[in-house]
């Protein structure tokens, strides 16, 4: 079981980027699925999920209207689209699964995690 996160970069605020995140060695059909993203000095936290069922959907406020969640199950792939980056959305970003439904926004409810990719907004 594995997850593999990338499209990370540099760009300048008011830019976007797209993360994808493949699965490996198992489906994500059942599964509930976020990004979360952690910044230096910070505590990670929860950008986005969502459930198992396509909704309900969670954003981070800062977030909310920018950034987009969604899944392929064909591909195994999960995506979250940022637009209108903001220097403070710069972070590492993880994406995670869980077996729950619609898991609260922690990390300790997720049960796979991707090793991270990098997002930096300059201004």
């Known amino acids: 079981v594995q997850l593999q996160a990338s499209g990370g970069g540099m760009v300048q605020s008011g830019g976007s980027l797209r993360l994808a995140c493949a699965a490996s060695?198992?489906?994500?059909?059942?599964?509930?699925i976020a990004w979360f993203r952690q910044a230096p000095g910070k505590e990670r936290e929860g950008v986005s999920c969502i459930s198992n069922e396509e909704t309900p959907r969670y954003y981070l406020d800062s977030t909310k209207g920018r950034f987009t969640i969604s899944r392929d199950e064909a591909k195994k792939t999960i995506f979250l689209q940022m637009d209108n980056l903001k220097p403070d959305d710069t972070a590492v970003y993880y994406c995670?699964?869980?077996?729950?439904?619609?898991?609260?926004?922690?990390?300790?409810?997720?049960?796979?995690w991707g090793r991270g990719t990098l997002v930096t907004v300059s201004s």
């Open positions: 995670a699964v869980s077996r729950r439904t619609f898991p609260p926004n922690s990390a300790a409810y997720y049960d796979y």
């Open positions: 060695g198992f489906t994500l059909d059942g599964y509930a």
